[in-house]
């Protein structure tokens, strides 16, 4: 519906004197190429609809930059450079982390960029700061400036925890549906269990010989200078009927991710750093992760305007996460700033009427203040 209303408003724009393109006159390009890298069980493209799209499928970071087009972003300067990217569907960020690097090296050779810029929605933010860490240590300089992420569990996710619980018998099944469905819209190595022994905070099993979980890999791959210049956060929270039917159905009948807590570590056993304050059935997270588990770097406030470009901002009212495995009370616990939206909200899985394309060309925007 969205991506309807967008493609009428720029017809609109450009038969009554061009208001779509003096958007893109306003709007401000990043010197760096910006690369969108997606979350668990995500893809760049499959027939034709886009991970990081508009709710017709249009890719966010696609500039309106050929004659009457419409399948375009008409809130990115013209010149803007996006991709996405492309890395296994199921498994760890350790993994994941090294196809996303070779992407980037990808884009690189194909531009003759010197940095990229990263968004990453869920897992892909995960991905992100392995991804920098890599590139640095491949390059032997920084080639990645700056990481937003979106909706990211980086200090775990009760939903991989509840996975795991089930038992043998659950997660078999999950292990062969992620080698079925990654091997059909990627390549083979998916491994759906390696995805969510990494998605929660403590090592999955401390006999294995294998360190898995958030609080091993934040440590691994921390905030680091050498490796990006700036680090930040797009926090999301939802809640009643309005959240996906699906996440609503979940909590309504097995589990409640009570998300709002303050505690260093694990403190009550449901995979994600904190604990809950005991309230279920409230706006604490986004139906697969906390609040208390998104905060990296400055938290980031979203502000739409309707008849103008959006804007992203630092929330002033909370101080940055420098350490992801210590972040205080306050950035745990604060609503502050967390958009109204569900886990998918954001990466255009609706029917709802939320602005993809407004949202990503603020946050382009805010990137571009940040380079």
């Known amino acids: 519906m969205r991506g309807i209303q967008t493609g009428l408003a720029l017809v609109c724009a450009w038969w009554m004197g061009g208001e779509g393109v003096a958007w893109a006159q306003q709007a401000r390009r990043t010197l760096h190429p910006v690369v969108f890298a997606h979350g668990l069980s995500g893809y760049d493209d499959l027939l034709g609809f886009d991970y990081f799209g508009d709710e017709l499928g249009n890719f966010v970071g696609d500039a309106c930059d050929e004659l009457l087009e419409l399948s375009c972003n008409p809130y990115l300067n013209s010149g803007q450079r996006a ?47 392995k991804a920098s860490k890599v590139l640095f240590e491949r390059q032997g300089r920084a080639v990645v400036d700056v990481i937003v992420s979106v909706s990211s569990p980086h200090r775990g996710s009760p939903v991989a925890k509840y996975v795991l619980d089930l038992g043998p018998g659950v ?14 819209i990627y ?71 009570d998300g709002d807590g303050f505690c260093v570590d694990d403190c009550d056993n449901d995979g994600a750093a904190g604990q809950g304050d005991g309230v279920r059935n409230e706006r604490d997270d986004d139906g697969v992760v906390g609040i208390n588990s998104q905060q ?55 029917p709802d009427l939320f602005d993809e394309l407004g949202f990503y ?11």
């Open 296 to 350: 990296m770097g400055p938290r980031l406030r979203y502000t739409d305007a309707p008849l103008g470009l959006d804007s992203i901002t630092v929330d002033g009212s909370l101080g940055p996460v420098t350490d992801l495995n210590a972040p205080g009370s306050a950035q745990m616990t604060s609503l502050s700033s967390v958009l109204d939206q569900d886990h998918l909200d954001v990466v255009g899985f609706g």
């Open 187 to 257: 390549k083979p190595g998916n491994d759906g269990i390696a995805a969510v022994k990494q998605l929660i905070y403590n090592d999955a099993d401390a006999t294995d010989g294998i360190v898995t979980g958030m609080k091993a890999f934040n440590a691994a791959n921390p905030m680091d200078s050498r490796y990006a210049s700036h680090y930040a956060s797009l926090l999301t929270a939802q809640a009643g009927l309005e959240v996906n039917p699906a996440f609503f159905l979940v909590r309504l009948a097995f589990y409640d991710i």
């Open 361 to 371: 060309a603020a946050i382009i925007h805010y990137i571009s203040q940040h380079e």
């Open 171 to 184: 997660t078999s099944v999950v292990a062969a549906l992620a080698n079925i469905f990654g091997d059909i």
């Open 83 to 129: 991709f996405g990217a492309q890395v296994q569907a199921f498994q760890s960020s350790e993994v994941r982390g090294l196809d996303l690097a070779s992407d980037i090296e990808g884009v690189l050779a194909t531009t003759g960029a010197t940095r990229v810029n990263i968004v990453g929605h869920s897992q892909g933010g995960i991905d992100a700061r």
